[in-house]
């Protein structure tokens, strides 16, 4: 590509030296390059289910599309959508909950954003997972608070030590970020766990943001939200929507959950940054949640299924030391024993190797020791990229 001439230099606000990246996207374009030139590639890189959406889902975009609606919404989204996701929260969650409370954005990344903007001013501090969804603390540096990372620790089963967060939390507290199941260790808080967490912050004025977006994706036991903590009830924003649960990435469809007086905050966000989210799409959503869910029971057989091939023959390959993760679709193997730093390994394992994952680094400082492997592809293709794995360790540890 040959570079455009300005007569005028790029002058970018300071904040946008703050604004980080999901390292994901730019492997994946690595990749992609790879594979250009002619090489194969085996994608474990992305978080993105490799089923299609269900086909009860598109075929109501569709008539959606045709019954004309393609016109703009209400900014906290149709009424049809959010009476809905209410419902099948207050059931799910074991709590009431009123479509008033319910905000539609157009995936589930804007409820991080917007939840940081209205919440945390400058300074603030805001507790989030380590090694944990890049986002999180991108948005937090970018809008001038400061990040206090959790470290989630592998004897724990990638959970966190109670008192750990207990010294995390402070007078500047605003807002604590939770993740479960969990990207990128598939780490999942238990009942006890998450009334061990409402417990250490007790009666303090701190929001939680709880990130449930893999809350249908568990393979042993059943979730369990704060948000059904009675008494965190109206300090709660719940983060969830269709995109893994249905496979609808590129449908661009979330939700947010709070108390109304923040929904309505949210909502002025959503007119100032996307006016709304798209109709066709939400009727899609409506079709998602009231249609039959034998896709996604499916889908958390195929992914259990893939987690076993791939987290058992991990664990037979030199350097290489791999818990089963509780949920989610990807595997957190340690790699110390490689004596590879996690970035080198990774990156050796694309260009050598022929196999795309992403450092454990990419989802902060405490994912070094790591890399994570999505298994949101066949087990075919995984077993590929485990024979390209041992092969490739037997050349060079």
């Avoid at 604004?19 to 890189?45: K, M, S």
């Avoid at 999505?374 to 590929?384: L, T």
């Amino acid at each position: 590509m040959v570079p455009v001439q300005t007569s005028h230099p790029l002058k970018l606000a300071k904040r946008m030296q703050r604004l980080g990246t999901e390292t994901a996207f730019e492997v994946l374009a690595r990749a992609r390059a790879l594979e250009a030139q002619g090489r194969d590639i085996v994608h474990l890189e992305i978080g993105e289910p490799d089923f299609d959406t269900p086909s009860n889902i598109v075929e109501a975009g569709v008539d959606a599309l045709r019954g004309g609606w393609t016109h703009y919404g209400p900014s906290p989204g149709l009424p049809a959508l959010r009476e809905t996701v209410a419902g099948c929260v207050a059931e799910t969650r074991n709590t009431r909950v009123n479509p008033e409370e319910v905000v539609i954005v157009p995936g589930g990344k804007p409820i991080i954003f917007f939840t940081i903007l209205a919440l945390v001013e400058e300074g603030d501090e805001v507790i989030y997972p380590n090694p944990g969804f890049p986002i999180y603390e991108s948005m937090i540096e970018f809008l001038g608070a400061r990040p206090v990372p959790i470290h989630l620790r592998e004897e724990r089963a990638f959970g966190f030590d109670i008192n750990d967060l207990a010294r995390c939390i402070s007078e500047r507290t605003k807002l604590i970020i939770l993740n479960s199941p969990h990207n990128p260790t598939g780490g999942v808080l238990t009942e006890k766990d998450v009334r061990a967490i409402a417990r250490a912050i007790g009666d303090r004025d701190i929001m939680v943001l709880s990130d449930e977006i893999y809350s249908r994706l568990i393979f042993e036991g059943e979730h369990f939200s704060i948000m059904s903590i009675p008494e965190f009830r109206d300090r709660t924003i719940l983060l969830d929507g269709f995109s893994k649960t249905y496979a609808m990435t590129g449908w661009r469809l979330g939700y947010g959950v709070m108390r109304p007086d923040l929904a309505t905050q949210i909502s002025r966000l959503m007119t100032n940054s996307n006016s709304c989210t798209a109709s066709f799409t939400q009727m899609a959503g409506v079709a998602a949640l009231q249609g039959d869910q034998a896709s996604v029971e499916q889908m958390r057989e195929e992914f259990l299924k893939r987690r076993d091939v791939m987290v058992d023959a991990l664990n037979e390959i030199k350097g290489f030391r791999c818990q089963k993760p509780g949920g989610a679709f990807y595997v957190f193997p340690n790699i110390e024993g490689t004596g590879w730093s996690s970035k080198k390994l990774a990156d050796a394992l694309l260009e050598e190797a022929g196999v795309a994952c992403l450092s454990g680094t990419s989802f902060g400082s405490f994912g070094e020791g790591y890399v994570r492997f999505s298994i949101a592809n066949s087990i075919e293709n995984i077993e590929k990229a485990l024979e390209r794995i041992k092969r490739w360790t037997g050349k060079h540890l």
